[in-house]
């Protein structure tokens, strides 16, 4: 059975979007995955799609969104959400309701780095290297485990100590 994984932050700009195309690459047939934003930025931050296509990420058909096209009534279920805002950084993460599994991933925001290029690039490759770490350990997860909702959100929820 595929899973469908939705990877939720602000500005569905960035950290969303790396986690959406690494999962992607890295989960087929076992997982579908989407990202979104509670405020889309509109654009994906091209510096993101860059280090994608750095490590040889897909990034066809990668858009900033809003989780609107995921909370309506004709929307595909999702099985699980993961927020990627950083709250202490003083982001507000979206309040989302519905019958899936929630954990909270918390990511600074590479998008928010000022400086050279040299050092948004740095920032991208930091926050892709930290998404791909935690996707590791998602991986490593059993399908089987999917049945018992409360042994599955306690083995995601440290996943987000993974750096």
């Known amino acids: ?13 960035a950290r969303s979007v790396l986690a959406e195309s690494t999962l992607r690459a890295w989960g087929v047939g076992r997982y579908e995955s989407y990202s979104a ?36 009534e004709q929307a595909e279920r999702m099985d699980l959400l993961v927020t990627v805002c950083d709250s202490a950084a003083n982001e507000t993460c979206p309040v989302v309701h519905g019958d899936f599994v929630r954990v909270h991933w918390g990511l600074f925001d590479p998008a928010a780095v000022t400086g050279s290029d040299e050092d948004k690039r740095a920032a991208f490759a930091q926050a892709h290297a930290i998404i791909q770490q935690r996707l590791r350990v998602f991986l490593e997860i059993r399908d089987d485990t999917w049945e018992d909702k409360s042994r599955l959100k306690a083995l995601l929820e440290p996943i987000a100590g993974v750096e």
């Open 1 to 13: 059975m595929t899973r469908r994984v939705l990877f939720l932050c602000t500005g569905n700009s």
């Open 37 to 72: 934003g509670s405020q889309p930025a509109g654009v994906v931050n091209p510096f993101a799609i860059a280090q994608l296509e750095r490590e040889g990420f897909p990034t066809d058909n990668l858009r900033s969104k809003s989780w609107d096209e995921f909370s309506s």
